[in-house]
C-alpha cells in the first residue's frame, strides 16, 4: 500500500474540486493506495499541516487545489524529503501547466501509483519556497485588490475587470536589482522572476527560457511605467516577442537582491507573499514530484 496524504483545498478555483475529491479517492484506494484525505478550512492551513508530517510518515503528499496551496505544502513540508503529487483544481495551475500534468483530476492523481519521480527546482526569497514564480510591481496590487468571492465565482477574469480598474489608478515606483555585489542597480518599474516559463496561462510566457531543472531563475525586467507600456509588454509576451524590446532586460542567474524607493508588494504562486526588500536564490532539485 502506498501511505498518501491527500490535502484537498475546497476553495481552489472556485470549489473546482469538490465535484471529483470523492471520486480521486475512491480510485485511489481501487489502486492500493492507502489515502488519508485532509479538508483545508482556511489560508494557511495547507502548510500548518504538511509542517506536522513527519519523514517516513506517508510515502507522498497529494495536493488537490490551485498555486497557493501547492506553495503552502512546500513551504510546510521542506526540508523533509517526501515526493508530492499535484491534481490541480486552481485558478491558474501555472506549474501543472508548465509540466503536462492533466487538468483532470482523475487522471493527475495516477501518477500516485504510476508515475516516474522528477526532482525540481525552487526559488526561494528571503527563507520561503515557490514553485512556479514571482513578480514585483502591478501585478502583486492587482492581485492584493481581487477579491476572494470575485476570483472565485470568475477564476482568471476577475483578476483582468480588477486590473481595469486598478491601472489608471496605480502609482508606479522605481524597483532596484543588484545581482553581483557591487555591481551597477538594474532600474525597472515591473518585473517576473520564473523558475516555469508560463505566467499564469499558457499563452502569455514572460520567462520564456525558463526551465524547472536548470538551476537558474529567469528575471525579466520591464523599464518603463504607466499602463500603456504595460499593455505593450502584455501583447509582446503573447507574440513572444517582449525579450527584443529595448526597454526589456532579461537574464538568469541563482541569486540577486531587490529593492524599491517605497514598500512595493511581492506576488510568489498566485498570493501575496510581503513587501520588499527581499533576496531571491535557487535551491536547486530541492523538490521531488511524481508525474
Excluded at 124 to 138: E, H
Excluded at 178 to 187: D, L
Excluded at 207 to 235: H, M, Q, W
Aim: net charge neutral; glycine share 8%; proline share 4%.
Amino acid at each position: 500500500m502506498i501511505k498518501t496524504k491527500l490535502i484537498f483545498d475546497p476553495i481552489s478555483g472556485g470549489g473546482a474540486g469538490k465535484e471529483y475529491v470523492d471520486e480521486v479517492v475512491e480510485k485511489l484506494r481501487n489502486n492500493k493506495v492507502d489515502v488519508d484525505l485532509y479538508t483545508t478550512k482556511s489560508i494557511g492551513d495547507a502548510k500548518e499541516v504538511a509542517k506536522e508530517i513527519k519523514e517516513g510518515e506517508f510515502d507522498v503528499i497529494a495536493v488537490m487545489g490551485g498555486d497557493g496551496t501547492i506553495n503552502e505544502v512546500i513551504n510546510g513540508l521542506l526540508p523533509t524529503n517526501i515526493p508530492i503529487n499535484i491534481i490541480p483544481s486552481g485558478v491558474a495551475n501555472v506549474f501543472a501547466n508548465e509540466v503536462g500534468i492533466s487538468r483532470n483530476p482523475l487522471k493527475a492523481c495516477e501518477a500516485i501509483y504510476k508515475g516516474n519521480l522528477y526532482e525540481v527546482d525552487l526559488g526561494k526569497i528571503n527563507d520561503s519556497y515557490f514553485l512556479s514564480l514571482a513578480s514585483i510591481g502591478f501585478d502583486s496590487h492587482v492581485l492584493k485588490d481581487t477579491p476572494s468571492s470575485l476570483k472565485r465565482k470568475y477564476g482568471k477574469l476577475a483578476y483582468i475587470y480588477t486590473g481595469l480598474k486598478t491601472v489608471f489608478s496605480y502609482e508606479p515606483s522605481p524597483i532596484y536589482v543588484t545581482v553581483k555585489e557591487n555591481a551597477k542597480k538594474k532600474k525597472c518599474y515591473f518585473m517576473v522572476v520564473g523558475n516555469v516559463s508560463i505566467y499564469g496561462t499558457p499563452y502569455v510566457k514572460m520567462t520564456p527560457k525558463a526551465s524547472v531543472n536548470d538551476g537558474l531563475l529567469d528575471v525579466c525586467l520591464f523599464k518603463k511605467e504607466n499602463f500603456i507600456n504595460y499593455f505593450r509588454y502584455f501583447l509582446g509576451a503573447i507574440f513572444k516577442i517582449h525579450t527584443q524590446f529595448p526597454d526589456v532586460e532579461y537574464f538568469q542567474t541563482d541569486k540577486f537582491y531587490v529593492e524599491s524607493e517605497k514598500p512595493l508588494l511581492v506576488e510568489v504562486d498566485g498570493d501575496v507573499w510581503g513587501e520588499l526588500p527581499t533576496t531571491f536564490s535557487i535551491l536547486k532539485q530541492g523538490l521531488r514530484v511524481l508525474l
